[in-house]
RNA sequence: GGCGGCAUAGCCAAGAGGCCAAGGCGGCGGUCUGCAAAACCGCUAUUCGCCGGUUCGAGUCCGGCUGCCGCCUCCA
């Protein structure tokens, strides 16, 4: 397997630290408003990796944090008149409603910064220690002249950083980048009792504070976007090396940034979509497969003229699926002939391009490639056995669900492990009322009164539901 | 100003030296159908921004140019 580390630049063999183990940790949200798409990007692409990893035989732990403290949510938090905390609350719980609508399977530890004073200061004070930080009037900041290394994840030196600096010094600082590991707090903000006096976390000390109390030192893959690479993952190391005296990831992935109009998505250019609003427009497979189509480093652009196409795409998938559902209901328990000996041969071949393409660097874009071809054959074998042998179909299905359990784009019953198909938008009256209109127009079906017939299927598809007559009888969805 | 990335068909997008340049959307023709839809069959880039170079051979490596984007400031 090979993974692209950002700290090298260039695609590396990946070797975890322990064999048959691998140890992740992605940045998580600042938890003062809903997330957008570009939030989206890193938990989808990062949440396919770690299935994916899993589907390999690794034993993953996965961590991703929650700033639930920092400058930006006390500021919203004042203007809404909210405790702070209490604002991160109720964004981590929206937090958790998107993701689990994106089919993002939670991580095995969520740990909140407030929740890790003690692990933080300790952190803290073990650099005061060791000489790599200093205090300033209940301040505590990072010298970045004692890390020799400073620099080398974003490829940059300290010269070249003042060069092109846009910062204002800070008086206090030794070193204008040198960066803030504790703050000390103004009256009435949130503060926490350190050797410093009360105060809270800078914001990069927490991920090294949290990952290494939970991964300890060298685990394997550190993971966000491309924006956080300078100045956090970058201050990241230069804590967690200089703390430790060890080396403090083995991998470094970042994903690239969502675009509109080519410009980067971002909260302060204010061209953001909230998931939320998006999952109003479009079911939320869809959206996944959008950012699954699209390698993850690359730049993607979004508008909802991609993504109706990207729900095109998928609905290739999804009526496949289906078939092969009926196939399988229809199917008949045959001996395999020279038609399924080839199929089944094939199978093995779209594994194996699946397993190759996700080696190489989580390539999602050529994987779901392999999806296409696999569909396309089952969709032609289909078409051309009636009925089908069953045992072939159920191998086939055996390779969607594998593929769905890594690129998690179709809900999956839980209970009969079968594929959901209609989006949850439907159900209970309303699919009634669409089963009685379906039986009348049968009945002017037989009656060859083709107005009649036409008039209902038009009529539904304008309301987004098609119609499909088969010889085993009229299939419907949505679109 | 410093550093970095990207440029592949009408659109989206894989492809990092060598069988015919994946896949999707769209389009065209055909099979099926009452007509459709879906599915199936066939077609849709003599060519990979431009100019040089390395090589028996280059979207794929090197240099230059043009264009777009990003980081250097909170941002996934």
């Given amino acids: 397997m090979e993974v692209y580390n950002t700290l090298t630049k260039k695609k590396e063999t990946f070797r975890p630290r322990e064999p048959g183990k691998v140890s992740m940790y992605v940045c998580g949200p600042t938890t003062y408003n809903l997330i957008h798409l570009g939030n989206a990007r890193p938990l989808v692409v990062f949440d396919t990796i770690r299935r994916y990893l899993t589907y390999r035989g690794y034993a993953v732990t996965f961590v991703q944090n929650f700033t639930d403290i920092d400058d930006k949510i006390i500021t919203r938090a004042a203007e809404e008149g909210a405790e702070p905390l209490a604002l991160s609350e109720r964004y981590i719980k929206e937090y958790f409603q998107d993701a689990a609508a994106l089919n993002v399977l939670p991580a095995d530890v969520h740990p909140r910064v407030t929740e890790h004073m003690p692990v933080i200061i300790d952190l803290v004070v073990r650099l005061l220690e060791r000489g790599f930080a200093y205090e300033v009037e209940g301040n505590v900041y990072f010298a970045v002249t004692r890390f020799p290394e400073y620099g080398k ?10 060069a092109g600096a846009r910062v204002e010094v800070d008086p206090r600082k030794r070193h204008p980048m040198d960066f803030a590991l504790w703050k000390r707090s103004r009256p009435g903000e949130p503060a926490w009792d350190s050797p410093w006096g009360p105060g809270r976390p800078g914001w990069h000390i927490e991920c090294s504070a949290m990952s290494l109390h939970y991964l300890g030192p060298g685990f394997d893959i550190h993971g966000g976007g491309a924006d956080l690479i300078f100045p956090h993952h970058e201050n990241e190391i230069a804590q967690s090396e200089a703390a430790t005296g060890q080396p403090f990831v083995r991998y470094w992935l970042h994903n690239g940034f969502i675009t509109v109009n080519r410009e980067k998505m971002s909260k302060s250019l204010g061209n953001f979509f909230l998931v939320r609003e998006i999952l109003e427009k479009f079911p939320p497979s869809v959206v996944r497969f959008f950012l699954l189509n699209t390698h993850y480093r690359s730049p993607l652009d979004f508008d909802d003229t991609r993504l109706a196409v990207a729900g095109r795409a998928l609905d290739r998938l999804r009526v496949s699926a289906r078939l092969l559902e009926e196939g399988l209901e229809n199917g008949r328990e045959r001996a395999a002939g020279a038609e399924e000996e080839a199929l089944l041969s094939e199978l093995e071949r779209f594994k194996d391009a699946f397993i190759r393409a996700m080696d190489d660097d989580f390539n999602t874009a050529q994987a779901i490639g392999v999806f296409f071809d696999l569909a396309h054959r089952v969709n032609g074998y289909l078409h051309r056995s009636q009925p089908p ?48 209109l379906i ?10 009164d083709w107005t009649t017939a036409d008039r209902i299927r038009a009529g539904l598809r304008e309301l987004g539901i098609v119609l499909e007559d088969t010889p085993e009888g009229v299939r419907w969805r949505v679109v």
């Fill in 153 to 162: 994840l974003s490829g940059r030196s300290l010269d070249e950083m003042l």
């Fill in 389 to 436: 042998v069953r045992a072939a179909l159920a191998a086939a299905r055996e390779l969607y669900r594998d593929f769905n359990r890594v690129l998690g784009l179709f809900p999956v019953d839980e209970q009969t492990g079968r594929f959901v198909f209609e989006e949850p938008c439907f159900g209970g009256k309303a699919e009634q009322l669409l089963e009685l």
């Fill in 439 to 448: 039986a009348v127009r049968q009945e002017a079906r037989q009656r060859k």
